[in-house]
């Protein structure tokens, strides 16, 4: 289906929408903020059903009600939880809408979460059967780096392991061009809570990283679709909606991949593969038009494949 595509909101129509936003919630409405964005999506973020730009957000204003101005939205669970957008409908035993906000996934409700100031805001309809949590996404890249979560920025610190200074150069000039100031420490220093963590290596020197041990238990534990198997991490494979292993991919490999749990802080970014060259090869493709999108994405060559990969059985 076409695209939708929004225009901003003429400031006549805001001001009406920022004074229905006052009046439903009372007094004590904050001043509002700026320049949020909506994608709405299925299947992983491989469909687009519709985006939409707000400059000037109402006070008061959170991601379900966000997402309302915008696309004709019903709700279930006494308004907890999205059931259809624009028809699209989810609410089955294994398909249901999920959001993310600068790529990492909230908490609270949409209900109760807040837009702050750049907020990316993505709605994705997806099969939901291999894991019920994804706790990051890749594919609002620059952010989180770039305005944080929930309002609050945070440091970002590249975690480079040994002999993996040239692809941590790539990442660091990628993230320096998107605005971002970016410290470089050797793996095993420790990130914290209080941090944004990417992880520079090949498999073998970073699997003991904790949140890397999530990515090897699998789409359950990670909500990464993909896996190194290996002493050294020598394939990945990669696995389908269901969290099964559709193929494995061999010889100079790469994943660019997000995950954590709320015990571990922040998500944690890998760049890694399973030689030098498929950090490498990670490396290059950390960057806004190549993630753009995407849950997690593998490199074989130049050949990018959106993760979870299509089944073919």
Not at 21 to 49: I, Q, W
Not at 68 to 81: E, L, M, N, Q, Y
Not at 164 to 175: H, N, R, T, W
Not at 215 to 235: K, L, N, R
Request: proline share 4%.
């Amino acid at each position: 289906m076409p695209v939708r595509v929004f225009r901003v909101l003429r400031p006549a129509v805001a001001a009406v929408a920022v004074a229905a936003s006052v009046a439903g919630c009372g007094f004590g409405a904050g001043p509002g903020t700026k320049d949020a964005s909506v994608r709405v999506t299925e299947n992983f973020g491989a469909t687009v059903l519709g985006r939409a730009l707000e400059k000037d957000v109402p006070g008061s204003e959170t991601v379900i009600s966000l997402l309302k101005r915008h696309f004709k939205v019903t709700t279930r669970d006494r308004g907890a939880s999205v059931e259809s957008i624009d028809g699209h409908r989810g609410g089955s035993e294994r398909l249901n809408w999920s959001y993310f906000v600068n790529g990492i996934q909230p908490a609270k409700d949409a209900a109760l979460t807040d837009v702050n100031k750049g907020d990316h805001i993505w709605w994705d309809l997806h099969d939901s059967e291999a894991t019920q949590s994804i706790a990051a996404v890749v594919g609002s890249y620059p952010e989180p780096f770039t305005n944080g979560v929930g309002g609050k920025e945070f440091p970002t610190l590249l975690n480079c392991a040994p002999n993996s200074q040239a692809a941590c150069d790539i990442v660091g000039e990628s993230l320096h061009h998107a605005g971002v100031k970016a410290a470089d420490q050797v793996l095993g220093t420790g990130s914290g809570s209080d941090s944004l963590a990417v992880v520079v290596g090949t498999w073998g020197q970073i699997k003991n990283v904790i949140a890397a041990q999530l990515i090897s238990a699998g789409p359950a534990d990670s909500g990464v679709y993909g896996q190194f198997v290996g002493q050294q991490g020598q394939a990945l494979e990669l696995d389908d909606a269901q969290g099964e292993i559709e193929r494995t991919l061999r010889g100079s490999v790469g994943l660019v991949a997000a995950t954590g749990n709320e015990r571990l802080g922040q998500p944690t970014w890998f760049v890694t593969g399973t030689d030098t060259a498929g950090v490498m090869a990670a490396a290059r493709a950390f960057t806004a038009a190549k993630l753009d999108g995407h849950f997690a994405i593998a490199l074989s060559g130049d050949r990018v494949i959106p993760l979870p990969v299509p089944a073919t059985g």
